[in-house]
C-alpha cells in the first residue's frame, strides 16, 4: 500500500475538494475551498494507491492552529484514515510552532467528538444553533489542545 500525504494546491485540489463535498450537509463552495489553500491556510490530502480518501484545511495565525475542516471519504471510514490525517495535522502545527489548536465540530459527531478526546483536545464552548441541519439547526462544540514546546506529534 503506498500512502502519501501530498499538500493541496489550486492545480491538484479535486479530489480533497470532491471528498469534502460528499462529507457536509452544506459543503463549502469551490471558490471558498480553492481560496484556503493559500496562507495563512494550510491543507493536506492523504493519498492511498493513488486514491484520495482524506484531506484536512488548517489556518495558522498568530501561534494559534485552527482545524478548519477535516473530512475521510464515506466509504473508506472507520479504517483509521481519520487519526491519521490529525496526527499529520499536528505534526504541521509543531513544525509551524503552533501553540494552541482550536477546532469547532457539530455536537452529533460523535466519532469526531470521540477522535478530538482521544487526542487530549478538550471541550472549552458550545455554540448554540450554529449547524444548519435538514430539520433545523445544531449545536458546534469548540474544542482546543495545547501544544508544548518539544512536543512532535500529540498535544498535552
Known sequence: MDRQFQGINKTNYFAAFSVQQSCHLNPWSESVF???LTKPYFAFQLVIDNQTVGYYVGLNVAGEATLMD???SQELRGK????QLLDHFIQQCVQLNCEEIWLEVRESNRTAVALYSKNKF?????????YPTKTGRENGLIMKAR???GYTTRPI
Open 122 to 130: 478538550e471541550f472549552v464552548e458550545v455554540r448554540k444553533d450554529y
Open 80 to 83: 483509521g484514515f481519520g487519526q
Open 147 to 149: 501544544l508544548l514546546e
Open 70 to 72: 477535516l473530512g475521510v
Open 34 to 36: 480553492v481560496d484556503s
